[in-house]
């Protein structure tokens, strides 16, 4: 449906451009294991799944069905490593961008491989048995599922490079250091670093270890209650204590403190920038300030006085001043 409706655009719309890429079982990581698949709760992909039972994370590898008509009775699908799928979504950009009209393409080994074969591919890497139990197969499932990636070769010059054993080495097997990740809340860093995009050749802005702040953003009512002058809650109020401990000053004008979950921080650990034109990656620093514009917790800028406006301005000033004369990205 989907591709009927981008074919549509494009009849009703000659000059515009839509590429689908269908793909199935995307499987792997990034060689380097900075960034990778790590699920929340139950994996829904047998990658995971597999390298979560090897690190103990799950007793065993639950394989449904073992009378599909297919070489060991499990079923077949294709499994295509990211880095080969990485370079397909970039051979399309580049070779069709001025392409107007609709073009689709099969992304695929153009082969299948079975259950059971990518659990003997992750064991041999690993070097240990991986625990598997058959079970009933589920309703809807069909023995084997491979796609015809001809065109893709032909049209766009690409074809997958890494098979089934990589793919089981890149998502950790082998590398205790990332085989450990499953075990473990995964982060590509620890540190702010820039990231190439390689189809525009801007370098943007990554931030990780904000994650590690106590809140992840939300979604609040809009109250239309007054708000009191001071609250005991808010973490920005003179007095109170914010979420790194810190407590604030009781202050009376405006009042600047260096941010305690920063997108940038002084001094950053350098990631181990790598040559891999599809994850080029640099270290980046510098220092994010907080700006409290009052004292009092009701007041929103519209609400204060010019000569409190101005003082915020000049404050305003006087750390950007600092920060640019220190060499610092500035953030306020």
Not at 98 to 115: E, I, M, P, R, Y
Not at 134 to 143: L, M, W, Y
Not at 144 to 173: F, I, N, P, V
């Given at each position: 449906?989907?591709?009927?409706?981008?074919?549509?655009?494009?009849?009703?719309q000659p000059g515009f451009l839509a590429i689908a890429l269908r793909y199935f079982n995307p499987a792997g990581a990034h060689p380097?294991?900075?960034?990778?698949?790590?699920?929340?709760?139950?994996?829904?992909?047998?990658?995971?799944?597999?390298?979560?039972?090897?690190?103990?994370?799950?007793?065993?590898?639950?394989?449904?069905?073992?009378?599909?008509?297919?070489?060991?009775?499990?079923?077949?699908?294709?499994?295509?490593?990211?880095?080969?799928?990485?370079?397909?979504?970039?051979?399309?950009?580049?070779?069709?961008?001025?392409?107007?009209?609709?073009?689709?393409?099969?992304?695929?080994?153009?082969?299948?491989?079975?259950?059971?074969?990518?659990?003997?591919?992750?064991?041999?890497?690993?070097?240990?048995?991986?625990?598997?139990?058959?079970?009933?197969?589920?309703?809807?499932?069909?023995?084997?599922?491979?796609?015809?990636?001809?065109?893709?070769?032909?049209?766009?010059?690409?074809?997958?490079?890494?098979?089934?054993?990589?793919?089981?080495?890149?998502?950790?097997?082998?590398?205790?250091?990332?085989?450990?990740?499953?075990?473990?809340?995964?982060?590509?860093?620890?540190?702010?670093?820039?990231?190439?995009?390689?189809?525009?050749?801007?370098?943007?802005?990554?931030?990780?270890?904000?994650?590690?702040?106590?809140?992840?953003?939300?979604?609040?009512?809009?109250?239309?209650?007054?708000?009191?002058?001071?609250?005991?809650?808010?973490?920005?109020?003179?007095?109170?204590?914010?979420?790194?401990?810190?407590?604030?000053?009781?202050?009376?004008?405006?009042?600047?403190?260096?941010?305690?979950?920063?997108?940038?921080?002084?001094?950053?650990?350098?990631?181990?920038?790598?040559?891999?034109?599809?994850?080029?990656?640099?270290?980046?620093?510098?220092?994010?300030?907080?700006?409290?514009?009052?004292?009092?917790?009701?007041?929103?800028?519209?609400?204060?006085?010019?000569?409190?406006?101005?003082?915020?301005?000049?404050?305003?000033?006087?750390?950007?001043?600092?920060?640019?004369?220190?060499?610092?990205?500035?953030?306020?």
């Amino acid at each position: 449906m989907a591709e009927q409706m981008l074919k549509d655009l494009c009849h009703a719309q000659p000059g515009f451009l839509a590429i689908a890429l269908r793909y199935f079982n995307p499987a792997g990581a990034h060689p380097s294991g900075l960034i990778g698949e790590n699920p929340r709760g139950i994996p829904n992909n047998l990658m995971p799944y597999v390298a979560q039972t090897a690190v103990g994370r799950r007793p065993f590898v639950s394989v449904y069905g073992q009378d599909y008509p297919t070489p060991d009775g499990t079923g077949v699908r294709d499994y295509i490593h990211v880095m080969d799928l990485a370079e397909g979504h970039v051979a399309a950009y580049q070779q069709l961008r001025s392409q107007a009209g609709f073009h689709a393409f099969n992304l695929g080994t153009g082969k299948g491989d079975s259950v059971l074969q990518l659990i003997a591919a992750f064991s041999a890497a690993a070097g240990c048995e991986i625990p598997y139990q058959f079970s009933a197969r589920r309703p809807g499932d069909i023995a084997a599922s491979y796609a015809d990636a001809g065109k893709a070769l032909q049209q766009l010059g690409w074809c997958t490079r890494y098979d089934l054993g990589r793919m089981a080495e890149d998502s950790g097997a082998g590398k205790p250091n990332i085989l450990m990740v499953w075990s473990l809340p995964m982060t590509a860093f620890d540190h702010p670093h820039r990231r190439k995009n390689p189809l525009t050749g801007r370098w943007v802005l990554v931030s990780p270890h904000r994650n590690n702040r106590p809140w992840l953003g939300a979604t609040e009512v809009a109250s239309t209650a007054q708000l009191p002058a001071f609250d005991a809650d808010c973490p920005l109020c003179p007095g109170n204590t914010r979420a790194n401990g810190e407590t604030n000053p009781v202050y009376d004008t405006t009042h600047v403190f260096a941010n305690d979950f920063g997108a940038l921080m002084p001094a950053a650990t350098d990631p181990a920038a790598g040559a891999d034109p599809l994850f080029q990656h640099q270290v980046t620093d510098g220092e994010c300030r907080v700006v409290c514009f009052s004292p009092e917790h009701h007041l929103t800028l519209p609400e204060m006085s010019v000569p409190a406006l101005v003082a915020v301005v000049q404050t305003w000033q006087q750390h950007y001043r600092e920060l640019r004369q220190r060499c610092l990205r500035t953030y306020l």
